[in-house]
Antibody
Framework: QLQLRESGPGLVKPAETLSLTCTVSGGSIITKNYYWGWIRQAPGKGLEWIGSIYHSGVTYGNPSLKSRVSMSIDTSKNQFSLRLNSLTAADTAVYYC????????????????WGQGTLVTVSS | DIQMTQSPSSLSASVGDRVTLTCRASQSVSNYLSWYQQIPGKAPRLLIYAASRLQSGVPSRFSGSGSGTDFTLTISSLQLEDFATYYCQQSYASPRTFGPGTKVEVK
């Protein structure tokens, strides 16, 4: 059973860059038709999709954040990563890494599984 | 972007009640619609994908229906562990977008 776990700093200063890593266990990150994504949730707010990456390195992301976001994948470590630059207090949120795939072939994709989430606070 | 709305924003219900939550998309998303459950302090959990397909391991009291722009999530007999916030999400077009959620509270 696939499990995901986020790691990274809990506190980052404004204007700096956030780096988060997600480690995938229980399966290979090189799985056909399986993307890997990032979703965030500001305190008391709803869910916002940040972007997703395929094991080939192909990415697609939310235009609202795209200019500040980069994603990468390390197949040798079964990990994928998120970098978000020019941070402001509005980036304070719980960040989740997720699987982004179709549960069965030829049906629409959804987000599953989810990591436990990591709270990132942007503050000086 | 496709805008997702949910109604009601919150509801109060009792154990054993039948509960129906609604999700509407600003344009057709076909059946590219998923439902998630989030218990406070926990990550969301996938309940329904492709509008009506039950994710493995999810109790059969949960069901989804709809296509196009209007969707519903029904809990046939509410259990204590079902008090949570429910989000719909479309994967028809990028960016993927979520509804604002419906909070199901204890009456």
């Amino acid at each position: 059973q696939l499990q995901l776990r986020e790691s990274g700093p809990g506190l980052v200063k404004p204007a700096e860059t956030l780096s988060l890593t997600c480690t995938v266990s229980g399966g290979s990150i090189i799985t056909k038709n399986y993307y890997w994504g990032w979703i965030r949730q500001a305190p008391g707010k709803g869910l916002e999709w940040i972007g997703s990456i395929y094991h080939s390195g192909v990415t697609y992301g939310n235009p609202s954040l795209k200019s500040r976001v980069s994603m990468s994948i390390d197949t040798s470590k079964n990990q994928f990563s998120l970098r978000l630059n020019s941070l402001t207090a509005a980036d304070t949120a719980v960040y989740y890494c997720v699987g982004d795939s179709s549960p069965i072939i030829a049906v629409p994709p959804s987000f599953d599984p989810w990591g436990q989430g990591t709270l990132v606070t942007v503050s000086s | 972007d496709i805008q997702m709305t949910q109604s009601p924003s919150s509801l109060s219900a009792s154990v054993g009640d039948r509960v129906t939550l609604t999700c509407r998309a600003s344009q057709s998303v076909s059946n590219y619609l998923s439902w998630y459950q989030q218990i406070p302090g926990k990550a969301p959990r996938l309940l329904i994908y492709a509008a009506s397909r039950l994710q493995s391991g999810v109790p059969s009291r949960f069901s989804g229906s709809g296509s196009g722009t209007d969707f519903t999530l029904t809990i046939s007999s509410l259990q204590l562990e079902d008090f949570a916030t429910y989000y719909c999400q479309q994967s028809y077009a990028s960016p993927r977008t979520f509804g604002p959620g419906t909070k199901v509270e204890v009456k």
